[in-house]
């Protein structure tokens, strides 16, 4: 069966288990035709990692992350909230760069609450204004997240399994050939 190829975006490399997690995506992934691209399958902690600098290194992973990205037909981005109440800022760039290429994204977290929710915490209503504790306006669209994000998705799921059998995402992979 042909594969179609899916760049998976997403804090997973950050998980002290990334290894398990990207073999179980993976699977997962190839399970329902897709080819996933994984960053963490670039490997770059070898031994040709350790005489460069941390820029170099850094610059090396920021390059091959783009190329798969370039490679993939499709992005499934991860948007659980990453160290604090919005997606990790590398994975929000991701989608931004192939959104650029007219590329279908598709994402999950299981935070579909509106983002207002996740920082009415940190808000105090000044008139019709949600304020942050650093004084800066919160936005209040309905949305998940900021807006830029939300309308840059093809769709939106729970988890990473809702979204392989989503009719949208099944739709996109025929679309591609699968």
């Not at 975006?9 to 691209?37: M, T, W, Y």
């Not at 991701?94 to 808000?123: C, D, M, N, W």
């Not at 000044?126 to 919160?138: C, N, Q």
């Amino acid at each position: 069966m042909h594969r179609i190829t899916a760049y998976l975006a997403g804090p997973d490399v950050f998980l002290q288990n990334a290894k398990a997690k990207a073999d179980e995506v993976r699977a997962l992934c190839r399970l329902h035709g897709v080819e996933p691209l994984i960053p963490a399958d670039n490997d770059d902690q070898g031994a040709s990692s350790e005489a460069l600098t941390e820029d170099a290194l850094s610059l090396r992973i920021f390059r091959k992350n783009v190329a798969l990205i370039d490679r993939a037909a499709l992005v499934f981005a991860n948007l659980e909230p990453f160290r604090g109440p919005s997606a990790d800022v590398g994975t929000v760039w991701e989608i931004g760069y192939a959104y650029s290429q007219g590329k279908r994204i598709f994402a999950y977290s299981s935070a579909l609450s509106h983002y207002l929710t996740r920082v009415s915490p940190r808000t105090t209503v000044e008139g019709a204004s949600w304020i942050d504790r650093e004084g800066m306006l919160v936005e209040n669209f309905g949305l998940f997240d900021n807006l830029m994000i939300h309308h840059s998705l093809s769709g939106l799921y729970a988890d990473l399994p809702s979204l392989l059998v989503a009719d949208e995402v099944q739709h996109a992979l025929k679309r591609h050939g699968m």
